[in-house]
């Protein structure tokens, strides 16, 4: 029964096991594996794509077809028919063609006629009568749209938009993940303040114990065990509201990353191994290849492909059209497809507006587009700048102050000695070596605290230049 018991723990115990630790490319990897945010961001160019796919629609076959009856009687009926019923199908496919922005156009054509004649000794005609005609007709641009430009501006212009968005989604998960990752860094943190407390606890703890077999052997008063005692409280106070946000910020990381065994590991990072600085020079010239001046790049590109748009869309509409049929007609069915005559035809067509008040004003307003884009590219230039001088500042200060933090804690471990070898040879008292070994915690978690900091800073630093 036993080992039926352990076998069936084993199988309920939580992913990772208890004491496994989570690196913090772990955790990154994790939280790529499992969120949705990170599915839900790569579709959004896959989405734009998917419409710019849709754009070449414009090319498509179309089919269109027709079918009618007329009636027809003359106002005065001298010598054709009085009366001239026509039922007549018409069916074609038309297609703007992508490479040239022509447009080709296929028109079949059937009409079947009866007509009602009156008497007549001079002329005759046929009382039924079948006509039918295939006719090509084809439409080149020679100004407007040459080459298709305008057929296919709307497509490359959302070329620009899926690329950008494929950028902007990258833009949005590293600030995701870096924010998920400054949480794992208080993580990081609390562990190591739970950690500092525990063990001050204990120290506490077995103070106490110490005092109390003193106080027992009648050498300490009655105060330096209340003293002790105090010490042992306070520290249970402080270790409760620190095991408290530490499980808190456990399950949330692990919802994050839907692992419940979270809660059962230990984060693998080296809070005091601190990262070396680039000089400020290098950084900089790192800035220019950051996504957010990538997408204002395509973002320039894509005015200068409207713009030129813009220039061809004013042009006067100037096209060639040709066409060729050929048909034939008969009093018998079969005689109309013979294809016995055939009709050409050659032309111009031009179309100038005169004004084009439309035209202007929207070329008016691409070079403001223009104007204002690069306002925005030196404003957020000056942004990125400022902030990374920030960051740079804060991080090379923060490195001082570190050094300093372990030469105060080294001092106040020398403190602590000097008092403990006091309070033994009874030249001391235990006020001081309670408050000796406090200034030691406290400097230990000022060093844990200004550690954390240069790591978030840097994690910020790292989003900046696009390195997570």
């Known amino acids: 029964m036993a080992w039926f018991l352990l076998f069936c723990a084993v199988l309920l115990l939580p992913r990772g096991g208890k004491g496994g630790e989570v690196t913090l490319e772990a955790f990154a990897d994790m939280l790529k594996a499992t969120h949705p945010a990170f599915s839900r961001e790569r579709l959004v160019p896959v989405i734009l794509a998917t419409e710019q796919e849709a754009m070449q629609g414009v090319s498509d076959w179309n089919l269109s077809g027709s079918l009618g009856f007329s009636r027809e009687e003359p106002t005065l009926a001298t010598m054709g028919p009085e009366r001239t019923d026509a039922l007549s199908f018409r069916v074609g496919v038309t297609k703007r063609l992508w490479s040239t922005g022509g447009e ?23 009382k039924r009568f079948y006509e039918h005609s295939l006719e090509v007709q084809y439409t080149h641009p020679l100004l407007r749209n040459r080459s298709g430009r305008q057929t296919r501006l709307a497509y490359f212009l959302k070329r620009f ?49 110490r005092m109390q077999r003193k106080f027992d052997a009648y050498l300490v008063d009655s105060t330096d065990v209340l003293r002790a005692s105090d ?3 306070s520290w249970k106070q402080n270790l409760g509201l620190v095991s408290s946000n530490l499980e808190a910020i456990k399950r949330e990381l692990g919802v994050l990353v839907q692992d419940p065994g979270l809660v059962f590991r230990e984060p693998g990072f080296d809070l005091y191994r601190i990262p070396s600085l680039p000089p400020i020079d290098d950084a900089r010239k790192a800035l220019a290849d950051v996504r ?8 320039q590109g894509q005015l200068g492909v409207s713009g030129a748009g813009l220039r061809n869309a004013s042009k006067p509409d100037l096209s060639i059209v040709g066409a060729v049929a050929v048909k034939d007609g008969g009093e018998a069915f079969a005689g109309a497809f013979n294809a016995g005559k055939t009709d050409a035809a050659l032309g111009l067509q031009l179309q100038v507006p005169l004004e084009n008040t439309v035209a202007k004003s929207d070329r008016g307003k691409h070079r403001l587009e223009q104007l204002r884009l690069g306002y925005e590219i030196e404003e957020i230039r000056l942004s990125f700048e400022s902030s ?40 001391g008292d235990l006020t001081f070596v309670i408050m000796s070994r406090d200034n030691e915690e406290a400097a230990r978690l000022t ?6 900091r240069y790591q978030k800073l840097w994690i910020r630093y790292l989003e900046l230049l696009d390195r997570l």
Do not use: C
């Open 104 to 126: 080709l156009s296929v028109i079949n054509s059937l009409t079947r006629s009866v007509s009602g004649m009156g008497p007549s000794l001079l002329f005759s005609y046929p």
């Open 161 to 209: 938009d899926v690329d950008a968005a494929r950028i902007e989604a990258e833009e949005r998960l590293e600030e995701f993940l870096a924010d998920a990752m400054l949480r794992y860094l208080d993580w990081v943190y609390l562990e190591e303040q739970h950690r500092r407390v525990r063990e001050r606890l204990d120290l506490s703890s077995r103070e106490l114990e």
């Open 231 to 233: 010490a042992v409280s």
């Open 292 to 299: 957010v001046f990538k997408v204002l790049q395509l973002r």
């Open 388 to 427: 990374l001088a920030s960051l740079h500042e804060q991080l090379w200060q923060l490195r001082s102050v570190l050094r300093l933090n372990r030469e105060q804690i080294a001092s106040a471990k020398l403190r602590t000695s000097e008092e403990v070898a006091l309070y033994e040879t009874g030249r």
């Open 447 to 452: 060093y844990a605290e200004n550690a954390v």
